[in-house]
């Protein structure tokens, strides 16, 4: 066994929340051997269904759950945490557009930032998975001048599962055949899910799957609003599988990335493939299981990417555009 991790996890009462703290309390996230503390941060309207959600949790007798901090402050809430999970937010309201989201939002990350900043352990790795995530994990990260850059990071896993999905079921092959898939830019309607890189039993897609049309039209669509459609047909967004893709992303930014493979993660820019540097861009990144990543360099991209690179590049230009005050 080894020593306690904290996870700090804010939103915690919400509809995501509601399976991914279950997780992680079970150990799917840090493994069989790492025993964890949750920390609990949400709005105080919410303490009181915050509390039924720790009873429930303490009644599943998690052998791996030493603690739990339930709180409505920022400072206890990352006080010593060495991962954290944003998932906390408004939801975006009927009629509301990205803009408003944006502006909505942001100024909630502006504290969370300064907290993660003054009271998280120096190890710290931020995971952002509330919309706008990609916005909100720079708001954050440029209010934690203390806290390097690399440590910010926004959810684009979900993205990736999703397209991996729509590849095995249109090529009858199973998910585990499906690797290299990219998501690049905003988790947004502008991702491009770079299917020309992706591989499908260590071939192109294009080889196997020969529908170009398809892979160029309703695969891209349908990655970009399957948010959309679930709500549609749910009533409300994806809980469950983003949850699970929370675990994902932060399961594998501490396990060795397979030889050959990448996942999706948006994390600061380093100026690779022209991306302004700082800007929180979903790339391909490797992991090299001791909580670090890289952006893979060198994978060829054709005009048809370098189009929705750029398209989703001004999207997420526009949204810093709207928080520029916020960014400290
Ligand atoms: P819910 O509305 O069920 O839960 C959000 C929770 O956040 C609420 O309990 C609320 O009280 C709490 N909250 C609000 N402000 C807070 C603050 N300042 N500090 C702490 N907690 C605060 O939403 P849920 O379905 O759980 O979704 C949460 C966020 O995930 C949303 O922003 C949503 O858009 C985003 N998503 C991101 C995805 C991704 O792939 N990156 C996919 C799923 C989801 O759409």
Request: charged fraction near 20%; charge should be negative.
């Amino acid at each position: 066994m080894t020593s306690p991790i904290r996870v700090a996890v804010t939103g915690a009462a919400g509809s995501i929340s509601y399976s991914l703290l279950f997780r992680i309390a079970s150990g799917e996230m840090l493994g069989p051997d790492t025993p964890v503390i949750l920390h609990l941060l949400e709005i105080p309207p919410a303490m009181s269904a915050l509390e039924g959600v720790a009873m429930e949790i303490q009644d599943c007798a998690f052998p791996l759950l030493q603690d739990m901090v339930l709180t409505d402050e920022a400072k206890t809430g990352f006080d010593g945490a060495h991962i954290a999970i944003l998932v906390g937010g408004k939801p975006r309201g009927p009629g509301m557009l990205r803009a408003d989201l944006v502006e909505a939002n942001g100024p909630i990350f502006t504290g969370q930032g300064r907290a993660i900043n003054d009271f998280a352990d120096d190890d710290i790795r931020v995971c952002v998975v509330g919309n706008p995530c990609n916005t909100n994990a720079l708001i954050a990260m440029h209010n934690a001048p203390d806290v390097p850059n690399e440590r910010f990071t926004a959810m684009t896993r979900l993205d990736e599962n999703r397209a991996k999905s729509q590849l095995a079921d249109k090529s009858g092959r199973p998910i585990s055949a499906i690797t290299n898939l990219g998501i690049w830019g905003n988790h947004s309607k502008t991702m491009y899910p770079d299917f020309f890189n992706t591989r499908i039993d260590g071939k192109p897609v294009t080889d196997v799957i020969d529908d170009t049309a398809w892979l160029k039209e309703e695969f891209i669509s349908t990655v970009q609003g399957r948010g959309a459609a679930i709500i549609q047909a749910r009533g409300s967004s994806s809980a469950a599988s983003a949850a699970n893709a929370a675990i994902d992303h932060v399961r594998d930014w501490f396990t060795p990335t397979p030889e050959g493979d990448w996942h999706a993660m948006a994390v600061p820019s380093t100026g690779a493939y022209g991306i302004e540097e700082g800007l929180i861009f979903s790339y391909p990144v490797r992991c090299d299981g001791e909580g670090n990543y890289e952006i893979v360099e060198g994978i060829e991209l054709n005009d048809f990417a370098k189009a929705k690179i750029a398209e989703t590049k001004e999207e997420l230009l526009g949204e810093r555009e709207i928080v520029k005050n916020l960014l400290g």
